[in-house]
């Protein structure tokens, strides 16, 4: 209960319940099959093993006929017994796609369990053929792997060594960090325009030729809740970040705005005028769509680290209450303002040790659990409706238009599941 004078912490002060054990995630080099959609000038090249090849394909469905900018470079087991040069290989292989497909301007040497085992030095291949192809081409490296990575986190490391290798710069400017489907993208920068703030620079960014800096004026909003390295990073080279809800449903969308609005002098008022049809649109599609969602239990595993956000829209805008929330990172300055809102504090727990996650799911019977694809399945057979988790990272669920849709996906199985019952009896 906060009393009056009193400002909120919601559950900024609940204590975190930390697992470790085996874990049922997408390791990071899943972030590919979106990243290289929001950089066409770019190709991620993994270097890997057929396990990799493999993911990725199952992962990009029917992606992979697409001609795709994105391949692997398969380890052989020459490689892996060191009877070979790995890092010729590397050379090889790069000169070989590289004489192949003009178009790339960008290449990213992304490592994976089986190089990182053998410690294959990428840092050192990506610095060789630098040399080689700059400035027409920029070679970059990060991590992808499970050892390392989890999921989403691919697109983390990936950010991370895109601002390593930017230069630096005093220009004043916001910089807006995550990627973004284009609708959407276009649709916050429309916002972004309309309450006053110019010159977005956007990381990633679309094409290598809007390369920037970054340095002490440099201002960042995130909107991606699972960048805990770039954030990182960016602090470290200078950079201010403005603390902020995630722009999901409506009251995350126009308190991230609003944040932004206040760090360049723009005041909330103005904010409000601009954005009042797009919130009362919002307001009244995420009232319609969350209807079964009132007063219902949700517990979230860990999967994206987009699970303490959603957990603040549900909460907050769709009248859930949370059981657990469960996120594969805890990062405090990124998803801080979002625990701040979060009222009656839910177990909040930080990494996973499935089994033990899996007793405390059928012990609390929530009605609603947010899960990975592997789960979901065999909980629907115990009778627990889910929603798989990884549908809210390839769908459009940030900003005003999108909060009904945000609602919508939850909503879902609630309603298919009264169908269903209904069609039974
Ligand atoms: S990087 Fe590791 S976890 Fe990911 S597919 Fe390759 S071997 Fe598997």
């Not at 900024?12 to 990071?28: D, I, K, N, S, Y």
């Not at 996120?327 to 979002?338: E, I, M, N, S």
């Amino acid at each position: 209960m906060t009393t009056p004078g009193q400002i909120s912490k919601g559950c900024t002060q609940t204590p975190v319940l930390r697992e470790r054990g085996q874990h049922e995630v997408f390791c990071g080099l899943t972030s590919i099959i979106w990243l290289h959609r929001m950089m066409p000038d770019s190709f991620f090249l993994v270097v890997g093993s057929r396990t990799c090849a493999h993911l990725l394909q199952s992962a990009a469905g029917v992606m992979i006929f697409a001609e795709p900018r994105f391949g692997t470079a398969i380890l052989e087991e020459t490689d892996l017994a060191g009877m070979s040069d790995a890092q010729d290989e590397i050379d090889r292989e790069v000169d070989r796609l590289l004489s192949r497909r003009a178009d790339i301007r960008r290449l990213f040497l992304v490592g994976s369990c089986p190089s990182e085992v053998i410690k294959l030095d990428l840092a050192k291949a990506a610095e060789r053929l630098n040399a080689r192809y700059a400035p027409k081409i920029r070679v970059l490296n990060f991590t992808g792997s499970g050892i390392e990575t989890t999921f989403t986190q691919g697109e983390d490391s990936c950010l991370a060594a895109m601002v390593a290798a930017m230069p630096s710069s005093d220009t004043a400017g916001l910089v807006i960090a995550g990627g973004l489907p284009d609708v959407v993208q276009d649709q916050m920068l429309d916002l972004l325009d309309r309450i006053g703030v110019k010159d977005v620079r956007l990381l990633p960014n679309r094409s290598s030729d809007e390369e920037f800096g970054i340095g002490p004026n440099t201002h960042v909003a995130f909107v991606q809740p699972f960048l805990g390295e770039t954030y990182d990073i960016l602090v470290r080279r200078g950079a201010h970040p403005v603390s902020a809800p995630f722009p999901f449903g409506e009251q995350g969308t126009t308190a991230w705005l609003k944040a932004i609005a206040s760090r360049f002098g723009i005041s909330s008022d103005h904010v409000d005028a601009v954005t009042e049809p797009a919130r009362l649109r919002a307001r009244k599609a995420v009232a319609q769509a969350s209807e079964p969602l009132d007063g219902k239990r949700v517990f979230l595993l860990p999967d994206s680290q987009l699970e303490v956000p959603l957990a603040r829209f549900l909460s907050r805008e769709c009248g859930m209450e949370l059981v657990e929330v469960g996120t594969p990172y805890l990062h405090r300055d990124l998803v801080g303002c979002d625990l701040a809102q979060i009222a009656d504090c839910p177990t909040l727990s930080e990494g996973q040790d499935v089994e033990k996650q899996l007793d405390r799911v059928r012990a609390a019977r929530p009605d609603l659990t947010v899960c990975g694809l592997g789960l979901a399945n065999p909980l629907e057979a115990e009778g627990l409706a889910t929603k798989w988790a990884i549908e809210l990272v390839f769908s459009p669920i940030h900003f005003y238009e999108q909060a009904g849709d945000l609602a919508g996906l939850f909503a879902r199985p609630l309603r298919r599941r009264a169908m269903l019952q209904v069609a039974a009896e």
